[in-house]
C-alpha cells in the first residue's frame, strides 16, 4: 500500500465529493458510494456534519491495511471536529471505539470473559427459548404481524440484556434510549438525554458490582473498577456502545429478511438446504449495506503515500466496510448474491483491533432468528407489497421499521 515517494511522483488530491445523509428504502447500495468507488481507490468527502474533509479508502486490501496500521489512530478524533454523518457527537472516555493501543487491550480484557466463544454459546439455550416464547406469541396471536415488533427488536435486546445484566424490569427504558441515540432524529439534545439517561443507570449500576464475581458485563467491569483495572469513567465509557450494539442484529437480519422474502430463489434455497444456511448467512453479511455512509474516522500520525496520493499527518481517514465488500478483486460478480460464494472473508464485523468485540454474539443471534423464523412459520411471506415497506429514515444503521408478514 505505501510506496517509496523519491521513484513515484505524488498524484494531485481528488476533488471533494459531498455526501448527503441519504434515507434509503430497501437493500439498494448507497449510489453516492458507487460514485466514490468508481472514481478510485481512495477519493476525498465532505460528510453533512463537523468540519472540512476526509480522505475515504473504497478497497479491500487498502480497508485492511488502514484499518490494522497503528499510524492511522482514533483517540485523536475525540478532539477534533472532522466532518460526519452523525449531528451530535461526543464520545464518553473509556469507549474502545476511540481507544488506541495499548489502552485498547486493556480496557478490552475488562469485559472480554463475556464475548469469549465458551461465553456465548453458553448463552445459546437461554436465547432460544427466549426466541421460541416470542415466536409462540406470534403463532398465537396470527398473522399478520410485524416481525420488527413482534420478534427482530425484543429479542436482540433480552439477549444483550442478559449478556450485560440489565434486570428485566428495566429493559424497556434501555431501549427507549438505545433507540434514541442510533438515530439521527431528533436532534443534539433529544440524544443527549437518552445518552445521560443511559450512562447514570450503568453508573450506578457498575457501583452496586464492586467485588463481583458475576460474568455478566456490568458485573466485570464492577469487578475491574474495584481491582482498579480500569477507572469507573472508562467502565462507563464502555458500558454504552456494547448496549446498543443489539440495534445492529435488528437490522441486519431485518435486511436479510426481506431479501429472503423479495428472493423466492434465496428463500427456497435456505428452505430446502439447511447446512447450507451458515455460508449463505455470511453471504448475505457481505451482501447487506449495514450502515449509512461511513462509520468512524481515524487520524493519520504520519504522511502516508496511498496510491500515489499523499496523505498528511494530522488529516483524518474514513474506510468503507460496504465498498470493500462489493471489491471485485476480493468478491467476483460481487452485486449478485452468491449463497454458494466461498471464500468469502467479508468485512461485515470490522477489521483490525476495532474488529466488533460482539461478533460472534451477533452472528449466534442472526443464526437462531433465521432458523428459527423458516422452521416455525412455514409459508412466511410479506403481508404487503415490497415498495410498501417502511424503512429506517435519519438513522446511522440501515434496515426496515417495520416488516409486515403472514405465514
Avoid at 496523505?311 to 483524518?316: F, L, M, N, P, V
Avoid at 460496504?322 to 460481487?334: H, T, Y
Amino acid at each position: 500500500m505505501t510506496e517509496d515517494t523519491a521513484t513515484r511522483p505524488l498524484l494531485g488530491p481528488p476533488p471533494v465529493r459531498h455526501w448527503p445523509a441519504l434515507d434509503i428504502t430497501g437493500t439498494e447500495f448507497d449510489p453516492v458510494l458507487a460514485e466514490l468507488m468508481r472514481e478510485g481507490p481512495i477519493t476525498r468527502i465532505q460528510l453533512p456534519h463537523g468540519e472540512g474533509w476526509a480522505w475515504l479508502v473504497t478497497r479491500y486490501e487498502d480497508v485492511r491495511t488502514v484499518t490494522n496500521d497503528p499510524r492511522f489512530t482514533r483517540a485523536p478524533v475525540v478532539d477534533a471536529n472532522v466532518t460526519r454523518l452523525a449531528p451530535h457527537f461526543k464520545p464518553k472516555k473509556g469507549s474502545l471505539a476511540f481507544a488506541d493501543q495499548p489502552e485498547h487491550n486493556r480496557l478490552r480484557a475488562a469485559v472480554a470473559p463475556a464475548f469469549t466463544l465458551r461465553g456465548v454459546e453458553g448463552l445459546r439455550p437461554r436465547a432460544q427459548e427466549t426466541l421460541d416464547a416470542l415466536v409462540d406469541g406470534l403463532l398465537a396471536a396470527g398473522p399478520p404481524a410485524d416481525l420488527v415488533e413482534r420478534v427482530l427488536e425484543p429479542f436482540p435486546i433480552a439477549v444483550v440484556c442478559d449478556v450485560m445484566g440489565v434486570p428485566v424490569a428495566d429493559r424497556e427504558r434501555m431501549s427507549a434510549w438505545t433507540r434514541q441515540i442510533v438515530s439521527s432524529s431528533g436532534g443534539a439534545e433529544a440524544s443527549a438525554r437518552a445518552k445521560d439517561g443511559m450512562y447514570g443507570w450503568f453508573t450506578e449500576a457498575v457501583r452496586s458490582r464492586y467485588g463481583s464475581t458475576d460474568e455478566d458485563v456490568i458485573s466485570l467491569l464492577g469487578a475491574a473498577v474495584g481491582r482498579g483495572d480500569i477507572t469507573e469513567e472508562e467502565a462507563i465509557g464502555l458500558v454504552g456502545p456494547l448496549q446498543i450494539g443489539g440495534e445492529a442484529v435488528t437490522a441486519n437480519t431485518g435486511q436479510m429478511l426481506f431479501l429472503l422474502l423479495t428472493r423466492p430463489a434465496l428463500l427456497e434455497r435456505f428452505r430446502t438446504d439447511p447446512a447450507a444456511r451458515p455460508r449463505a448467512i455470511d453471504e448475505l453479511l457481505r451482501y447487506i449495506p449495514h450502515r449509512s455512509s461511513v462509520g468512524l474516522a481515524r487520524i493519520a500520525q504520519e504522511d502516508v503515500e496511498i496510491h500515489g496520493v499523499r496523505i498528511s499527518a494530522g488529516e483524518a481517514v474514513y474506510v468503507s466496510y460496504l465498498s470493500a465488500n462489493r471489491d471485485p478483486g476480493v468478491f467476483p460478480d460481487p452485486e449478485r448474491i452468491d449463497l454458494d460464494r466461498a471464500p468469502n472473508p467479508h468485512l461485515a464485523f470490522g477489521h483490525g483491533p476495532h474488529y466488533c468485540m460482539g461478533a460472534m454474539l451477533a452472528r449466534m443471534q442472526t443464526e437462531l432468528l433465521i432458523d428459527t423464523l423458516l422452521d416455525r412459520l412455514p409459508g412466511l411471506s410479506l403481508a404487503v407489497p415490497a415498495a410498501e415497506v417502511t424503512w429506517r429514515r435519519s438513522t446511522l444503521i440501515r434496515g426496515p421499521e417495520t416488516l409486515p408478514v403472514a405465514w
